[in-house]
T-cell receptor, first 115, second 116 residues
Framework: DGGITQSPKYLFRKEGQNVTLSCEQN?????MYWYRQDPGQGLRLIYY???????QKGDIAEGYSVSREKKESFPLTVTSAQKNPTAFYLC??????????????FGPGTRLTVL | AQKITQTQPGMFVQEKEAVTLDCTYD???????LFWYKQPSSGEMIFLIY??????QNATEGRYSLNFQKARKSANLVISASQLGDSAMYFC?????????????FGSGTRLLVRP
């Protein structure tokens, strides 16, 4: 089945530790995105990548880092510099086929809690 | 200024009735796309419907339709014949056409509760 997988579903981290969230897609999509969602709020863009080995900061990139070494994978590292990392993290992808209807499809999300 | 505004934090609807979720947007780009997503309690974001700024007709997908009023910059989601499974958060989002990154800007969402 084609889709986007995120692991783990739940993640606990001690303060001061870096942690990496996984995002994999087998949809052959070009672009991938990371969003953060806080309780009762909408999604905010952290980082995005339109092509392998290239990525851009979104609206709230501070304290986060990403890599895009393979088309299928776009891991997000939450560093100790992120002051309030407890949140729900969603990964998305889109084909960039040039059609105006290109839709972002989302993974199931990872809920990160800092203890 | 907020680019996507959803003014209804929460809505109730009786099962089998129709409900309208409001969304207004702000952009100076003549080319843009509007999306609605559903987020059940499990957290995944499910794409529901899309409306392009140049589309002549309102988009429909099964029980979902989009009431697109371009002059008013509104893109309200209409759910007909509500079902208990429609209880969820609903997000309106916009993609501005001149931005080749295909980034989406999301509203703050509306929580819909369907009563039996």
């Amino acid at each position: 089945d084609g889709g986007i997988t995120q692991s783990p579903k739940y993640l606990f981290r001690k303060e001061g530790q870096n942690v990496t969230l996984s995002c994999e897609q087998n949809l052959n999509h070009d672009a991938m995105y990371w969003y953060r969602q806080d309780p009762g709020q909408g999604l905010r863009l952290i980082y995005y990548s339109q092509i392998v080995n290239d990525f851009q900061k979104g609206d709230i990139a501070e304290g986060y880092s990403v890599s895009r070494e393979k088309k299928e994978s776009f891991p997000l590292t939450v560093t100790s510099a992120q002051k309030n990392p407890t949140a729900f993290y969603l990964c998305a992808s889109t084909p960039l086929a040039g059609g105006s209807t290109d839709t972002q499809y989302f993974g199931p999300g990872t809920r990160l809690t800092v203890l | 200024a907020q680019k996507i505004t959803q003014t209804q934090p929460g809505m109730f609807v009786q099962e089998k009735e129709a409900v309208t979720l409001d969304c207004t947007y702000d952009t100076s780009d003549p080319s843009y796309g509007l999306f609605w997503y559903k987020q059940p309690s499990s957290g995944e974001m499910i794409f529901l419907i899309y409306q392009g700024s140049y589309d002549q007709q309102n988009a429909t997908e099964g029980r979902y339709s989009l009431n697109f009023q371009k002059a008013r910059k509104s893109a309200n989601l209409v759910i007909s014949a509500s079902q208990l499974g429609d209880s969820a958060m609903y997000f309106c989002a916009m993609r501005e056409g001149m931005d080749s990154s295909y980034k989406l800007i999301f509203g703050s969402g509306t929580r819909l509760l369907v009563r039996p």
